[in-house]
């Protein structure tokens, strides 16, 4: 009994990789700052002379920050486009980011997390 030999492997669209690569880098993004500000939650009290309790809001606010924009960026992709809308996620996320970098104070820094979320 002989068997069939397996059809070809179906090559996947170079155009395809390209947005798995790019939603993933994204994503990729967002789960390492949140990764970073974890793990540098001492040294942000120290820096900004706060609370741990009031440090804590610094990972708090980005979490209810992304949790409010999630309902919002279906209605968004569907009005303005998937790709518009992940540009623009990307450009406020770089935003925020360069904003948290220059943060001066908590208080600073918690609201630019906020709109790092969004």
Known sequence: MTEAPAPPAERVDR??????FILVLGTFMATLDATIVSVGLDRLTEEFDASVAEIQWVSSAYLLAVVAAV???GWLAGRFGGRRVWLAAIGVFLVGSVLCAL?????????????QGL
């Open 71 to 73: 309902p919002a960026s």
């Open 103 to 115: 943060a001066w104070s908590a208080t600073s820094l918690i609201v630019f997390r906020v709109i």
């Open 15 to 20: 155009e395809l990789l390209r947005i798995a």
